[in-house]
């Protein structure tokens, strides 16, 4: 079995073995000597430790791998003069893809009217974290201390010093070559640690979503079935219709094949539901099954990783919708274009980590003077959209990498076109 198969075994194995102890466990169909045998040691220690191993190993790579090509793929396009209108070119995708995203998702709520009829439950109670003002995520993209920036894992600010680096290392010459010799060689060393993780793959999926579908409250999922299915369907239509439709039409690809090509990162996004940790992943499927190039990829991809949150919107959307609804207010037109702003500016300066999506909700709900307490009516659902929500934020980070890379005529058809496993 090549590597991929495996994973995908792994992945159908890990969810089928996480429904039934799900519903033995809901049934009360073992007896308690199993019981704590599989819930307690089994999942709550045996596969809880291998999942964060796992995961933690993929974040282990983030950061020096970011740096090293991205100061590499920086370099290279610091020699020609197109790099800001790459630049300038992925940010309005990334922006114009997320507005977008909310625009569907609230045209789709509406249809569906998920909250409508819903007992407003004064009672709930749920305080949003602080969201950060938008000035603050501006200004503190410039790091004081880049080492400090790289300790906190600081996406924004480690990439704006990567670029500034890669840039001066294009313009010094003959003096830049030893850096860049050494950088191309951390390069290749980093490349082999994530290609080593990756055999590991298999058992860190495997852990993670069975511990995952074991401990999903499915009661929660059917009792907000509406608001469930309306963000599945809003995150189905944008990741399969609007993306393949600008691959098709925008970028003259196949988009059977990007998709085939995607797969892995979508693997890896969905087990982890974080688009940080699966930045190694993503850029390994933009090089070397989409063709794209590394120039393009290194900094498209991480940085899509950090600002581009095409899923994480929809679900905002959705929620924005079902909460005015079920609380009985009307935002009323300039409300949703305030969603729409607001949820696109939110979704640039949060990192892609898992459950981040709802604290950026807070932010938007208190814009539109909607109560924030009504996050904790869709808590329940939110483990197993953030899975779904952070696939289609990872494949949106691919298609921008390749649509950007096309158009300056730097995708290897030949890679993108054959078919790998
Ligand atoms: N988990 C998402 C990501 O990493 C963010 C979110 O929607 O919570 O992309």
Not at 118 to 132: H, I, L, N, R, V
């Amino acid at each position: 079995m090549t590597l991929t198969s495996r994973i995908i075994f792994a992945m159908i194995t890990g969810i089928s073995l996480g429904i039934i102890l799900n519903v033995l466990e809901a049934y009360s169909l073992m007896n308690s000597v199993i019981d704590t045998l599989l819930n307690k040691w089994l999942v709550g220690n045996l596969l809880d430790a291998i999942g964060k191993i796992f995961v933690a190993s993929l974040k282990m790579m983030v950061v020096p791998l970011v740096f090293v090509s991205l100061v590499l793929g920086a370099s290279a396009l610091g020699k020609n003069s197109r790099m800001g209108i790459m630049a300038g070119k992925a940010i309005v995708l990334y922006l114009l893809t997320t507005c977008i995203a909310i625009s569907i998702a609230i045209f789709l709520a509406n249809l569906v009217d998920p909250g409508v009829g819903m007992d407003q439950s004064t009672d709930t109670e749920f305080t949003g974290k602080e969201a950060p003002p938008i000035k603050d995520v501006v200004t503190e993209m410039v790091p004081t201390n880049p080492v400090l920036a790289m300790s906190e894992g600081n996406m924004l600010q480690i990439i704006v010093f990567s670029i500034l680096m890669g840039i001066a290392l294009s313009k010094i010459g003959k003096k830049g070559e030893k850096a860049q010799r050494l950088l191309e060689s951390l390069n290749a060393l980093i490349m082999k640690m994530v290609f080593i993780l990756m055999q590991l793959a298999p058992f860190g999926v495997f852990a993670l979503l069975t511990k995952l579908f074991s401990e999903l409250g499915i009661s929660a999922i059917m009792d907000l079935g509406a608001y469930f299915i309306t963000v599945l369907l809003a995150l189905l239509i944008h990741g399969i219709i609007v993306y393949g439709i600008i691959i098709t039409v925008i970028g003259r690809l196949s988009p059977i094949n990007f998709f085939r090509n995607v797969r892995p990162a979508v693997i890896f996004a969905f087990s982890t539901a974080s688009s940080n940790a699966t930045i190694p992943i993503s850029m390994e499927v933009a090089e070397k099954r989409q063709g794209v190039s590394k120039s393009i990829s290194s900094f498209v991809i991480p940085l899509g990783a950090t600002i581009n949150m095409d899923g994480t919107a929809i679900m905002q959307g959705v929620a924005t919708v079902f909460i005015a609804q079920a609380y009985g207010i009307d935002i009323g037109l300039t409300g949703y274009l305030t969603v729409i702003l607001t949820a696109t500016l939110a979704s640039i300066g949060t990192a892609g980590v898992p459950g981040v999506g709802l604290i950026m909700l807070s932010m938007v709900l208190q814009q539109v003077g909607l109560p924030v307490e009504g996050i904790a009516l869709i808590l329940g659902v939110d483990r197993l959209l953030d899975m779904v929500r952070t696939s289609i934020n990872v494949t949106g980070d691919s298609m921008v990498s390749t649509i950007v890379a096309k158009s300056e005529n730097l995708v290897d058809r030949e890679i993108f076109n054959n078919r790998q496993e």
